[in-house]
């Protein structure tokens, strides 16, 4: 009796130890919406509004260009009866012309837009995970995921407004 007295003392000792330890190595880990934070930063709506700036003047010849464009095309439709054969021919040559000039201009300008835009959000992104690091090990985190590539994850891990605030200022 008292050998399993013994035994019985032992054991439960062993997995409190156990356990005490697993609670222990337990790790700390957090999960941050980047898409959230660079939506909600203010810095990405002064970059928005600095690339529209940026790009106004090209905006704006287009602009002008569509409505060269269509200004032609009605006078085309509108006096094409009383239009010569040659300035009907004219017309249609400047009218095609121009639109290849419209379209070729858009393509530039939408891919230059894009590319700023691509640059700037890689940019504020970095940012981003520089400051979700500098949280991570501030507050003794083992490890910070991104929300996209975790299937689920309890509002207690969540740390996007921890580094929202972060990024605003308002620690």
Request: glycine share 4%; aromatic share 4%.
């Amino acid at each position: 009796m008292k050998v399993l007295m013994k035994t019985t003392i032992a054991a439960a000792l062993l997995s409190t130890a156990f356990f005490a330890n697993a609670a222990e190595a337990q790790q700390k880990i957090g999960v941050v919406s980047m898409q959230n934070v660079l939506q909600q930063l203010p810095q990405a709506q002064e970059i928005s509004a600095r690339l529209q700036e940026e790009f106004a003047d090209d905006f704006a010849e287009l602009e002008k260009m569509t409505t060269e464009l269509q200004g032609l095309q009605e006078k085309a439709e509108r006096d094409a009866q009383i239009m010569s054969p040659s300035e009907r021919l004219d017309l249609s040559r400047e009218i095609e012309l121009l639109e290849t000039r419209r379209q070729l201009k858009y393509k530039a300008l939408r891919e230059d837009s894009e590319r700023r835009q691509q640059e700037e959000r890689n940019k504020l992104m970095r940012d981003i995970v520089r400051e979700a690091q500098a949280l991570a090990q501030a507050q003794g985190f083992d490890m910070m995921l991104n929300d996209g590539s975790v299937l689920y994850a309890t509002d207690a891990l969540d740390m996007t407004d921890e580094v929202l605030a972060k990024m605003t200022g308002g620690n």
